[in-house]
């Protein structure tokens, strides 16, 4: 399990130092500016991804920044269920002068919805697409490179290695689809994504999609109180939390049996946040703002 820790711990090390130093493209949406992008309602219906932005009132927003959103479900003039075809696909991402030695990652954020009371499982569900055109069909012939379907409802970090595509120009499309929501929220159900970056990584390992999200912590980055949520199987009782810094040092200890820990003493910086019950252990960056 120690040997385990450890490596996750230094796949993390080496993303958190790339995405720092190493940017090819990157976009947070705080400029609440999407031109660049190609947006395309696939089914027609007038809703389509935008840019949202939600500042203090309540729901506050997931990210506490503008972020990319495409709606399955509104209350908004009473409309209800909406079963959407949207697709996002990014700027044209150079990747021709990165060396064949290296990994290319691309890293996001992704959210269920305005506020976490929707439920899960949500039936929402979203695919990732790479080409060297922004033609959906070179998108679609091109397969599927990640899907999620019923997702987190807290802030999660998701990384995929896209290194086959080193040497190329390529976009990449974010197409929110196949969705069966037909449960009625307090305000909507959709699609939320946030903090991209493409990004090189000297590791020869790079994360993978699914490693280690499964210890959601909201909101990340945190300001001060943040809410944690372990994976099924973990003991709520028995769990302890430890902040660590990035070279492994322990920077101090939790005990949250609320779900809740408070980080306010905590300077600003990039951490790992480990959780533990004495069976199983696992762990999710944590960005202190």
């Known amino acids: ?17 790339d995405i720092q130093s190493q940017t090819i493209w990157s976009d947070n949406f705080n ?19 935008q840019t949202i932005q939600m500042l203090g009132g309540w729901p506050p927003s997931p990210i506490g920044t503008p972020f990319l959103s495409s709606t399955s479900y509104t209350q908004y003039n009473n409309i209800g269920n909406v079963f959407p075809d949207n697709w996002a696909i990014t700027p044209a991402i150079d990747l021709t002068s990165v060396g064949p030695d290296k990994n290319v990652s691309l890293q996001w954020a992704i959210v269920d919805s305005a506020t976490s009371w929707n439920p899960y499982p949500n039936n929402e569900n979203y695919a990732i697409y790479i080409a060297e ?7 679609i012939s091109g397969g599927i490179k990640f899907t999620e379907h019923n997702l987190p409802i807290i802030y999660t970090v998701r990384v995929l290695d896209v290194s086959e595509f080193i040497g190329k120009t390529i976009y990449i499309a974010f197409r929110h689809y196949n969705v069966s929501d037909s449960v009625e ?4 159900s959709s699609l939320e994504l946030d903090d ?3 990004f090189i990584s000297i590791s020869s390992s790079v994360q993978p999609a699914n490693f280690n999200t499964d ?20 003991n709520a009782h028995l769990t302890t939390y430890e902040l660590l810094g990035i070279t492994g040092n322990i920077i101090a200890t939790f005990n949250s049996n609320n779900g809740k820990i408070n980080l306010s ?5 990039v951490y790992i946040l480990k959780a533990t019950d004495g069976q199983h252990t696992t762990v999710q960056k944590l960005v202190r703002k």
């Open 1 to 17: 399990m120690k040997k385990n820790l450890m490596l996750a711990l230094l796949l993390w090390l080496s993303i958190i130092t």
């Open 31 to 49: 400029d609440d500016n999407i031109d660049d992008w190609t947006l395309i309602d696939g089914d027609g219906d007038g809703f389509n991804f």
């Open 133 to 139: 055109t922004k033609d959906t069909n070179d998108f």
């Open 185 to 188: 929220v307090p305000f909507s």
């Open 196 to 198: 991209m970056s493409v």
């Open 215 to 234: 210890l959601m912590i909201y909101p990340n980055p945190a300001d001060g109180l943040i809410e944690v949520a372990t994976p099924s199987g973990f």
């Open 265 to 269: 003493n905590i300077p600003s910086g």
